[in-house]
């Protein structure tokens, strides 16, 4: 995530897998789309479920429950793919399938804690950059730099 000014808020948008929330950056995602079956690429890594076209950019579909090590049986009508730049540049592409997408909003810096007390995979673990108290729910943010090295090792 961004490095937090005092008295400035930040831009997440929350989704849900396998009934927890978490959040990207708003200004890393590109575009969210409805569920369409990725293109299968022999031989990838288990989360990786293939590619799509997007606007003439190749990009690569995680499943994002398979690779934080998630538990998710159900059907999800509301999938969508989540498509963030993780870079700079913008150049570097990556989607994720997540369960819905829920919620964009601004948090002021004093509803975020660098405490995480979600457990998922191990690898994945150290990609959560906090907790954001919202309502009744605990928002975990994930920095997508992080977790974009994770997919690439």
Known sequence: M???IENTTTSVTTFKI??????????????????????????SKEYIMGVINNHGNMV?????????????DEDHPEASIVIVSTDESNDSLLGFLVDEVDDV??????????????????????????????DDKFVYTI????LAKVVEN
């Not at 990207?24 to 690429?41: G, Q």
């Not at 007390?117 to 690898?123: D, P, R």
């Not at 920095?143 to 992080?146: E, H, K, L």
Request: no cysteine; glycine share 6%.
């Open 2 to 4: 961004a490095e937090i």
């Open 18 to 43: 396998a009934g927890e929330y978490f959040a990207f950056e708003t200004m890393k995602i590109r575009h969210i789309l409805e569920y369409v079956e990725p293109t299968n690429v022999p031989l």
């Open 60 to 72: 690569p579909v995680i499943d994002t429950s398979v690779l934080f090590g998630i538990k998710n």
């Open 105 to 134: 909003f601004d948090y002021a810096p004093e509803s975020w804690t660098k405490d995480v007390v979600m457990q998922i995979s191990e690898q994945v673990q150290g990609t959560l950059s906090g907790t954001i108290k919202k």
């Open 143 to 146: 920095n997508i730099a992080d």
